[in-house]
């Protein structure tokens, strides 16, 4: 079985260096409803038999680029949302701290922001169980953030593929599982012979 993870195309977005809260929450709106810069994607030559994708346009105009049949939209895939960690008046951040901050304030569980890793997880793990998973060739649409936590699940699935630190746009993450079928013939052939 293949799983492939594909971020969507970069948004075209831009930002000022430094911002209040105030104005990295206006940018974090501005970024869900801004159009894509699309660009080709290599998909490796893999015929996908279904493709899932985030509920954001930016996901879905991406999925609809690489993925020539209907696509199946879920809620679940959306990004995890990042909030500002502290709210400021009139000092003014680094953009990129606010990023970092916001995700460090997610996986510390604190109030700022609206989901924590727990709740992030047990998103991942609802999608998990709504998979085909009779199908051979799997395609997810999503966002960066997300897709670095659903490959850590897939992993602990026994999925084969990159440990991501950084998620690129448009970039396809393929991860593989033997089958169960496969491996029990595998065992068969290892036992006669040996």
């Known amino acids: 079985m293949r799983i492939g993870l594909l ?41 996908w038999d279904v493709c899932y994708v985030s509920d954001m346009p930016r996901a879905i105009i991406t999925a609809k680029e690489v993925y020539k049949g209907s696509i199946i939209i879920d809620k679940l895939l959306r990004e995890v949302d990042n909030a500002p960690f502290i709210n400021t008046k009139r000092i003014k951040l680094p953009f990129a701290l606010w990023h970092i901050c916001g995700r460090i304030a997610w996986y510390l569980k604190l109030k700022s922001q609206p989901e924590n890793k727990e709740e992030t997880r047990k998103r991942i793990h609802e999608f998990l169980d709504r998979i085909d998973w009779s199908k051979e060739n ?43 079928k496969e491996d029990m013939a595998s065992e068969s052939l290892s036992d006669l012979c040996g």
């Open 7 to 47: 971020r969507h195309f970069k948004v075209d977005c831009p930002h000022k260096k430094m911002m209040t809260s105030q104005e990295f929450l206006e940018w974090s709106r501005r970024y869900d409803i801004s159009q894509v810069i699309k660009t080709k994607v290599e998909m490796n030559g893999v015929e």
């Open 138 to 180: 799997i395609l997810i649409v999503f966002h960066g953030f997300m897709i670095y936590n659903f490959q850590k699940e897939l992993r602990k699935l026994g999925f084969k593929g990159d440990k991501l630190k950084k998620v690129k746009n448009g970039v396809l993450y393929e991860y593989i599982k033997e089958n169960e």
